[in-house]
């Protein structure tokens, strides 16, 4: 388990479920630190699980965490893999203990409901999502008077949410997805696209679907193109993540 310490007693978790690329070891040191320079904060402290490795933190240590975020990955939401099958039971235990869980991309597409393929393929690139009425409605947010009603967001998936979990609130869609966020309770938030991604990251893994035949040759170079004229709103969705994890999530109705 890798740690980042500071002072202050606000303890955080990534549970990630992708190995580091040679590119991210290289830039950032691993994608831990992406993500800690993305959501953390000073006065916090991150631990990294490698739950694709099968690396899981300890049951009785759960209740020492404020919150967890977990990662994309390569595999599927819906593999019948041990280390996802033993995540999903994580997670639907950190549901009932009340814990804030952030999913990224597959970690949103690992809290129930409904998940398949696209019917439409790959969505790669920066994309539009919409918020719907009910992210602005019910108030979750500090500073949600300076949230735009469209933000930009790097996606890279070729599953996605197809309906969501029972009792979930839908936040955000595309129209490429139908399901971008959603909220469950007020203590799970699930993103479809990756908030802490860079351009940088993205292009690299662009050549790496290219390299290993995921995705066709100018298909790739269509979305390197793109990805070159498109900026992400990433503040704006840092900013989300932030509020969301460090408990500036005010309620929601109960279904439970």
């Excluded at 469950?184 to 860079?198: A, K, S, V």
């Excluded at 979305?223 to 999530?249: A, N």
Aim: aromatic share 14%.
């Amino acid at each position: 388990m890798k740690e980042m310490k500071v002072h202050g007693e606000r303890r955080y978790a990534l549970l990630l479920a992708a190995t580091d690329s040679e590119y991210v070891k290289k830039v950032y040191d691993g994608y831990f630190n992406v993500f800690v320079d993305a959501f953390g904060d000073e006065g916090e402290k991150w631990d990294l699980f490698r739950v694709v490795e099968g690396e899981f933190p300890e049951m009785d240590e759960l209740h020492n965490y404020e919150g967890f975020v977990v990662s994309g990955s390569p595999h599927d939401a819906y593999g019948d893999e041990y280390w996802i099958l033993e995540l999903c039971f994580l997670l639907q235990t950190l549901f009932a203990m009340q814990k804030k869980v952030l999913g990224i991309c597959f970690g949103h597409q690992s809290f129930g409901g409904k998940v398949a393929r696209s019917h439409s393929g790959w969505d790669i690139g920066v994309r539009t999502v919409s918020l719907t009425e009910d992210f602005f409605s019910y108030g979750l947010f500090d500073g949600l008077d300076e949230i735009p009603p469209t933000l930009s967001i790097i996606e890279c998936h070729q599953d996605e949410v197809w309906e969501v979990p029972e009792g979930a609130q839908l936040l955000a869609f595309s129209d490429k997805t139908g399901v971008e966020m959603f909220t469950l309770g007020d203590n799970i938030l699930g993103i479809q696209g990756h908030p802490e991604y860079t351009k940088d990251i993205l292009d690299n893994l662009i050549d790496r679907l290219l390299s290993n035949n995921s995705i066709e040759r100018c298909f790739g170079e269509e979305k390197k193109l793109q990805l070159m004229e498109s900026e992400p709103d990433r503040k704006y969705w840092e900013r989300i993540c932030k509020s969301f994890l460090k408990g500036s999530w005010s309620q929601l109705p109960t279904y439970f």
